[in-house]
């Protein structure tokens, strides 16, 4: 399989990563470096040298593995703790949008009971005006027949 950087969509950001690229390998050279220097007084021989350099190189690549998985892990349990977080948060928004939606609706139910109800009055209204009219004209009639 052939390894392929992602290609960067401007040049700075090529050339900020080839800095951290290197600045990288920088880091761990001086770590094993520091490393081997430390082994140094016991290694005797061009043979154990070669093989201490080796190996501190890979300590110190280990280390960086080490703590490149320490943060990430790290990151990951504060992004799960936002996470768990924010769906709290959304749980709670979830039941207070539907209290809301059961209130709005049971005002709804309340106005169109009063819609109804106003419209009954209005009806019994016009339907008692009618018969007082109706009452009156009757009144009104007699009373002239009465000669009033």
């Known amino acids: 399989m052939s390894k392929q950087k992602k290609a960067s969509p401007t040049p700075e950001g090529s050339q900020d990563e080839n800095v951290l690229d290197s600045l990288a390998k920088a880091s761990v050279l001086d770590l094993a470096n520091s490393i081997h ?7 005797n021989t061009e043979g154990e040298m070669l093989l ?13 593995l080490q703590k ?37 609706k049971e005002l ?7 819609k109804q109800l106003i419209h009954e009055i209005s009806v019994r209204q016009g339907k008692h005006v009618e018969g007082c009219d109706q009452n009156f004209l009757r009144i009104e009639k007699v009373l002239k027949r009465g000669g009033f």
């Open 37 to 43: 220097a430390e082994w140094k007084p016991y290694l």
């Open 52 to 64: 201490g350099y080796e190996m501190s190189f890979l300590c110190a690549v280990s280390m960086r």
């Open 68 to 104: 490149a998985v320490s943060t990430r892990n790290e990151t990951y349990e504060n992004a799960l703790k936002l996470i768990h977080e924010l769906t709290r948060k959304v749980d709670s928004k979830d039941k207070e949008i539907k209290f809301l939606k059961d209130g709005y």
């Open 108 to 114: 709804c139910i309340g106005y169109d009971n009063i």
